[in-house]
């Protein structure tokens, strides 16, 4: 009797059973795939996760019926969120048992990468990329600054990203096209740091596009990127928060703030630092054009400050626009022990006022200006006895002409000396003071890294090693820590 008791109660709880399921109604709509439990991707439009309280929609197209339907159909009544990871947000999305943390993407791909720990997913959009991260956006009005900010950013929040899913097991990744996982996520951070770090451990590829000169690809591991370089050399430019000073003409400076020094940068491309703290401020060089304007600036800059200026050598472009300066104004004029007069522009020698101000700086010593500690490095491969100028206490170079002024190659002129005279002095550079800056700041060039000391060493033992052989139309080309032969050279620059 029990037996058949349990036998027709069993029948009963499938017949049951079966009756639930006949009445869910068949989901209407597009097509879709269930990732996970409550995780849903719907042809032609997102992402939709289904909490138990709400649900939310990743990128969905509220213009297709169909998938709108089958979001409906898949959310059970729930009230849907509707999100687009190509806006930046830092609001946390709780669904009821699904929670994602909002992961602001800035740089090169504006956006939020959503990330559940918990059931250890992603939503990236496109703000990852999708195996390919296109970081070259063409803002063709732009300086050449846009774009390193834009991968300096990038990077950082790759490098946050990167920080919050380290102890994961594993990560799904749902980028717009493909999935990924948690090693490309951390690949594509090794490979925008090695390319901001000029690092000669990856290859940039040049990459053929229609109507865009200055694209290059590199790898590393399963992430690639795509950057632009619309500049000469690497990098060109870097700029922070920017104050634009204009005179009648229209001529223009713009004071960029770094942090911890400023820039006063003009339409010639040629840069000005100025480091400060309360009671001084220093500025090294002092631009050629429209010297009143520019005095303005530097006026505008430092307020009340007590003014002193070192200029790095003694052509007009870095001196001229003492002629319009209110002596007064200056406390001293640092000149380096070693250098001749003005060989061209404006004499501050001569200059009755001026010159009382000139103090002369020896090599090799250090000197605190400003609330930092810098030393003068000589180097002589553009004025017999220029300088760069290591600023030990912000570790960075400010190296003048010495170590590039040439745009378009990103190079320098080695002047007067031999190959073997200039790769000495890059030696000494290197061993004496490579341990004390981070960054070189140049005059026209701008921003690079101290990689570019050791790439000017490659150029300079090519040329002793090889001689003529190594020279394209009289020049070393050293591109990724390798000198450019014929054809590799055309390869990149050939096509214009």
């Known amino acids: 009797m029990k037996k058949s008791i349990a036998i027709l109660l069993g029948i009963t709880i499938l017949l049951l059973c079966c009756t639930c399921f006949a009445e869910i109604p068949e989901i209407q709509g597009a097509d879709f795939k269930e990732l996970v439990s409550g995780a849903y991707k719907i042809e032609g439009s997102g992402y939709l996760f289904v909490g138990t309280d709400k649900a939310a929609l990743f990128d969905g197209n509220q213009y297709n019926a169909s998938a709108e339907a089958t979001v409906s159909n898949l959310a059970e009544g729930k009230e849907v969120i509707r999100i687009f990871t190509s806006d930046i947000s830092s609001a946390p999305i709780k669904l009821g048992g699904i929670s994602f943390e909002a992961i602001p993407i800035s740089g090169s791909l504006n956006g939020t990468a959503y990330l559940d720990t918990e059931h250890q997913l992603l939503v990236s959009g496109n703000t990852l990329g999708d195996g390919m991260a296109d970081l070259s956006k063409q803002a063709l009005d732009s300086d050449a600054h846009w774009y390193i900010n834009a991968y300096k950013a990038y990077l950082d929040s790759i490098k946050a990203l990167n920080a919050k899913i380290a102890d994961l097991d594993k990560l799904d990744v749902y980028t717009q096209t493909t ?209 760069v100028i290591v600023n030990k206490t912000d570790r960075v170079l400010f190296a003048g002409d010495a170590l590039g002024t040439q745009t378009y190659k990103g190079g320098t002129s080695t002047g007067s000396l031999t190959a073997q005279e200039y790769l000495a002095e890059l030696e000494y550079l290197e061993t004496t003071y490579g341990t004390d800056f981070d960054a070189i700041y140049q005059a026209h060039n701008l921003y690079s890294t101290p990689n570019t000391i050791s790439y000017l060493k490659t150029a300079c033992t090519a040329f002793i090693e090889k001689g003529a052989a190594s020279l394209i139309n009289g020049t070393v080309f050293s591109f990724n820590g390798n000198v450019l032969n014929a054809e590799t050279y055309a390869a990149f620059l050939g096509n214009s």
């Open 179 to 387: 999935a990924l996982d948690k090693q490309y996520v951390q690949d594509l951070n090794t490979v925008v740091q090695l390319f901001v770090d000029a690092s000669s451990d990856i290859v940039l590829r040049y990459t053929m596009r229609t109507g865009s000169v200055g694209d290059f690809t590199c790898d590393y591991g399963t992430a690639s990127i795509l950057v632009h370089m619309p500049f000469g050399g690497l990098y060109g430019y870097e700029f922070g928060g920017t104050t634009m000073c204009t005179s009648d003409d229209q001529y223009k400076f713009y004071i960029c703030d770094y942090g911890a020094f400023q820039t006063i940068r003009d339409t010639d491309i040629q840069s000005c630092y100025v480091l400060m703290n309360d009671e001084e401020a220093l500025l090294i060089d002092c631009d050629m054009y429209n010297g009143k304007l520019f005095w303005e600036t530097v006026e505008k800059l430092i307020g009340e400050r007590k003014l002193s200026l070192y200029l790095t050598h003694n052509h007009g472009d870095h001196l001229n626009n003492l002629e319009s300066v209110d002596a007064s104004r200056l406390t001293a004029i640092y000149w380096p022990k070693d250098e001749p007069a003005p060989t061209w522009g404006y004499d501050l020698f001569s200059d009755e006022q001026l010159s009382k101000k000139i103090v002369l700086l020896d090599y090799d010593t250090p000197y605190t200006l400003a609330g930092r500690e810098l030393v003068l490095c000589k180097m002589t491969s553009h004025t017999p006895g220029g300088t």
